[in-house]
């Protein structure tokens, strides 16, 4: 390899002239009268699909990349396939972003591992799977290669009250307090603390820690956060806030051996309009390697770690001991505990998921497959009587291919409104009522519908 090249492009890459570094990594991987030594192609289009991540455009970083790990004798695939995973993520195909995180966590020579699953968990959340993003996320804070805890404890939070358990948010919250983290991320973590309390009605401490939030004016409460903020001042101001000895009567015990989660600092990640965004995409942290002087790796440090079981062990882990102690804990009960959150947290996601409407078949399946047959009998509940059945056949149109315009959902009972096309070439619009049958739905009703007139 042209070292002369490549030293002129980490320059470039230095001074954040990406597209001079990309022109000349570019020449040094074409040079042909300096032949690239085993390794050397991988180094080279890692460090392209790097630049290219800087100037925006994730879709050549990832053919870049992929050209990477193509290459057998180079030594960092699994970093690359992490800044595969988070190219992915930013275009928003995280199936694909997951699949590529897994690989990075499977190089175990990967110094980067907990990044890998925290891609995995953030990946995992905006597809709506907050307990399986718990489980990464809980691995990424185990990592004893991970630096930082606190946003790792503040997306365990997070996690925790998408799953309905605001004490064990508290736990997580008030764990990261003493890790010192500076600017937005702390005040959101204040915020999301204010928000948990409130969830368990302790008024006082949500008060406490909603003007800790604010108390640099550099930072807003979402909507949300202002609601809860003033219905803790109200209580306060009323008198209505619980005593101390209360509050610990009535709130639930924290399962401390639960998820520990790593994140953004926010509820999700959220991207600007290019599809970018500060959240797990650190840009711009050195990252060296012995084997390949002048590498720096597009994505930076920046997540979390691990809050233990007992209060005892969260002390040593704010005095920095916490490292020693992961090292001496028993493998197999470590193994038993993920198993049984796993259980937990499958059993709340599914109770969730059933009091949001959510089954098997969907309501768009049921109205699917039966506009597709209409004389299916088996997608209607058994309180349609034969009277109400012929109406309905009356004023069915047959269409395989109709159109969902909308669904409104409950635990108990939807409405789905259809367009579905005539064989004459236009077209009608139907009310559908859905009621709850087990865990899926039947159609109790289908009426025609007018927008015009709704």
Same mark, same amino acid.
């Not at 570019?26 to 890692?46: A, I, K, V």
């Not at 803790?232 to 520990?260: C, F, I, R």
């Not at 058994?382 to 059945?389: Q, R």
């Given at each position: 390899?042209?070292?002369?090249?490549?030293?002129?492009?980490?320059?470039?890459?230095?001074?954040?002239?990406?597209?001079?570094?990309?022109?000349?990594?570019?020449?040094?991987?074409?040079?042909?009268?300096?032949?690239?030594?085993?390794?050397?192609?991988?180094?080279?289009?890692?460090?392209? @699909?790097?630049?290219?991540?800087?100037?925006?455009?994730?879709?050549?970083?990832?053919?870049?990349?992929?050209?990477?790990?193509?290459?057998?004798?180079?030594?960092?695939?699994?970093?690359?396939?992490?800044?595969?995973?988070?190219?992915?993520?930013?275009?928003?195909?995280?199936?694909?972003?997951?699949?590529?995180?897994?690989?990075?966590?499977?190089?175990?020579?990967?110094?980067?591992?907990?990044?890998?699953?925290?891609?995995? @968990?953030?990946?995992?959340?905006?597809?709506?799977?907050?307990?399986?993003?718990?489980?990464?996320?809980?691995?990424?804070?185990?990592?004893?290669?991970?630096?930082?805890?606190?946003?790792?404890?503040?997306?365990?939070?997070?996690?925790?009250?998408?799953?309905?358990?605001?004490?064990?948010?508290?736990?997580?919250?008030?764990?990261?307090?003493?890790?010192?983290?500076? @600017?937005?991320?702390?005040?959101?973590?204040?915020?999301?603390?204010?928000?948990?309390?409130?969830?368990?009605?302790?008024?006082?401490?949500?008060?406490?820690?909603?003007?800790?939030?604010?108390?640099?004016?550099?930072?807003?409460?979402?909507?949300?956060?202002?609601?809860?903020?003033?219905?803790?001042?109200?209580?306060?101001?009323?008198?209505?806030?619980?005593?101390?000895?209360?509050?610990?009567?009535?709130?639930?015990?924290?399962?401390?051996?639960?998820?520990?989660?790593?994140?953004?600092?926010?509820?999700?990640?959220?991207?600007?309009?290019?599809?970018?965004?500060?959240?797990?995409?650190?840009?711009?942290?050195?990252?060296?390697?012995?084997?390949?002087?002048?590498?720096?790796?597009?994505?930076?440090?920046?997540?979390?770690?691990?809050?233990?079981?007992?209060?005892?062990?969260?002390?040593?882990?704010?005095?920095?001991?916490?490292?020693?102690?992961?090292?001496?804990?028993?493998? @197999?009960?470590?193994?038993?505990?993920?198993?049984?959150?796993?259980?937990?947290?499958?059993?709340?996601?599914?109770?969730?998921?059933?009091?949001?409407?959510?089954?098997?078949?969907?309501?768009?399946?049921?109205?699917?497959?039966?506009?597709?047959?209409?004389?299916?009998?088996?997608?209607?509940?058994?309180?349609?009587?034969?009277?109400?059945?012929?109406?309905?056949?009356?004023?069915?149109?047959?269409?395989?291919?109709?159109?969902?315009?909308?669904?409104?959902?409950?635990?108990?009972?939807?409405?789905?409104?259809?367009?579905?096309?005539?064989?004459?070439?236009?077209?009608?619009?139907?009310?559908?009522?859905?009621?709850?049958?087990?865990?899926?739905?039947?159609?109790?009703?289908?009426?025609?519908?007018?927008?015009?007139?709704?």
């Amino acid at each position: 390899m042209n070292n002369l090249l490549f030293d002129q492009a980490v320059r470039h890459y230095r001074l954040r002239d990406y597209r001079s570094a990309l022109t000349t990594y570019t020449l040094c991987l074409q040079d042909q009268e300096n032949p690239l030594q085993p390794g050397e192609e991988g180094l080279l289009y890692h460090q392209i @699909g790097n630049c290219l991540i800087k100037m925006k455009n994730p879709l050549e970083a990832i053919h870049a990349y992929t050209q990477a790990t193509a290459d057998p004798d180079y030594q960092a695939e699994g970093t690359v396939e992490c800044n595969l995973g988070m190219a992915y993520a930013s275009l928003r195909d995280y199936d694909n972003a997951i699949a590529c995180f897994e690989q990075a966590v499977a190089d175990e020579t990967n110094p980067g591992r907990y990044k890998a699953y925290m891609g995995i @968990g953030t990946a995992l959340m905006k597809l709506g799977k907050s307990a399986e993003a718990g489980v990464a996320f809980r691995e990424a804070a185990l990592d004893e290669d991970n630096p930082d805890p606190t946003k790792a404890l503040l997306n365990l939070g997070v996690c925790f009250m998408a799953l309905g358990r605001p004490a064990d948010a508290i736990a997580s919250y008030e764990s990261a307090l003493p890790f010192d983290a500076q @600017g937005e991320t702390r005040n959101k973590l204040y915020a999301s603390l204010g928000q948990a309390y409130v969830a368990c009605d302790m008024m006082e401490e949500a008060v406490d820690a909603f003007e800790q939030a604010i108390a640099d004016k550099t930072y807003f409460l979402s909507d949300s956060a202002s609601v809860d903020y003033q219905r803790a001042v109200g209580a306060v101001a009323q008198g209505l806030a619980q005593t101390s000895s209360e509050k610990t009567a009535l709130l639930p015990v924290a399962d401390m051996s639960g998820l520990d989660i790593a994140a953004d600092g926010s509820t999700v990640s959220d991207y600007d309009t290019n599809g970018y965004g500060d959240e797990p995409f650190y840009y711009d942290e050195p990252y060296t390697d012995q084997n390949y002087p002048g590498y720096y790796d597009a994505y930076g440090e920046g997540e979390d770690q691990f809050f233990n079981a007992t209060d005892a062990e969260l002390e040593q882990w704010s005095k920095g001991l916490a490292k020693q102690d992961r090292k001496r804990r028993n493998v @197999g009960l470590k193994v038993l505990v993920v198993i049984v959150v796993l259980l937990l947290l499958a059993c709340a996601a599914a109770v969730f998921a059933y009091t949001q409407g959510y089954g098997y078949p969907t309501q768009q399946q049921v109205v699917e497959s039966y506009f597709a047959d209409p004389t299916n009998s088996a997608m209607l509940a058994d309180s349609v009587n034969d009277d109400t059945k012929s109406s309905i056949e009356d004023i069915m149109v047959q269409d395989s291919a109709v159109t969902i315009d909308g669904v409104n959902q409950s635990m108990s009972d939807s409405t789905v409104y259809v367009t579905a096309a005539t064989p004459e070439g236009g077209s009608v619009d139907y009310r559908v009522t859905l009621v709850r049958d087990l865990i899926g739905w039947k159609i109790s009703g289908v009426e025609l519908y007018f927008p015009s007139q709704n």
